[in-house]
Structure formats: C-alpha cells, structure tokens
C-alpha cells in the first residue's frame, strides 16, 4: 500500500484543518406560526410549508381540493 513520502508538518497539518470547522445552520421564520424553520423544511410546530398546510389536520383536504381543481 502506498504511503506518503513525507511527514506533513504540524503547521502544514493546520493550515489544512482551518476549513475543517462546522458552521451553525441557519434558520428562518414559520409564515404560519413563527416557530424557527430550517430553510426549505416544513414547520414541525404546525406543518406548513410555502404557506400550505402539507402535515397534520387539513393537508388531506387541500390535496383534494387540488386534485378537484386539476380535474376541472
Ligand atoms: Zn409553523
């Protein structure tokens, strides 16, 4: 198995591991609620989602109200 022909420095080492850190995720604000959202996620507090309801009480009557008007 191959291995590195030399040591790598301890500075060399830090320099590589000064794009190792973890940033925090970033949160927006439920239109519905205003619970913290991660972006692009539907709100766990109350289930919207770009201002419907896709989880939880509702969300099957506004999937048949689409598919009734889909079907006119
Ligand atoms: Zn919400």
Redesign the pocket.
């Known amino acids: 198995m191959p291995v590195p022909y030399r040591r790598k420095s301890a500075s060399r080492a830090r320099m590589r591991r000064s794009h190792d850190a973890l940033k925090a995720v970033g949160s927006t604000i439920?239109?519905?609620?205003?619970?913290p959202?991660l972006p692009h996620h539907v709100?766990r507090?109350?289930?919207?989602y770009k201002g419907e309801q896709v989880i939880g009480a509702g969300a099957d009557a506004n999937v048949e109200e689409e598919a009734e008007a889909a079907a006119e």
Do not use: K, W, Y
């Open positions: 439920c239109s519905n609620c205003g619970e959202v709100c507090a109350c289930g919207f």
